[in-house]
């Protein structure tokens, strides 16, 4: 069964935003850290955010300050809020917990135009 949806991603020019969403089953949801998911043409899948139940969010070095993941628990919806994007943030996104993971979603598209 599908447990994790993500939606959101689209085709945007460097300097713009996207706000990606991802809606996962009570189950999943109840796990302490939720975590964002990329990968890019040729390149693995990274971690480059994730949230813990508490809503302390982390993020790593090359999308700190233009990324912001929040949570809302009465939805089981954990969001990704992306500022500034630049074409290296193009691929598929994910999301999924943290540090291990479920079955994955299909992901979202995001393509960032230069």
């Known amino acids: 069964q599908v447990q994790l949806v993500e939606s959101g991603g689209g085709l945007v020019q460097a300097g713009g935003s996207l706000r990606l969403s991802c809606a996962a089953s009570?189950?999943?949801?109840?796990?302490?850290?939720m975590g964002w998911y990329r990968q890019a043409p040729g390149k693995q899948r990274e971690l480059v955010g994730w949230i813990t139940s508490g809503s302390s969010a982390n993020y790593v070095d090359s999308v700190q300050g233009r990324f912001t993941i929040s949570r809302d628990n009465a939805k089981n919806t954990v969001y990704l809020q992306m500022n500034s994007l630049k074409p290296e943030d193009t691929g598929v996104y994910y999301c999924n917990t943290v540090p291990s993971q479920h079955a994955w979603g299909q992901g979202t598209q995001v393509t960032v135009s230069s």
């Open positions: 009570e189950t999943i949801f109840k796990i302490i850290a």
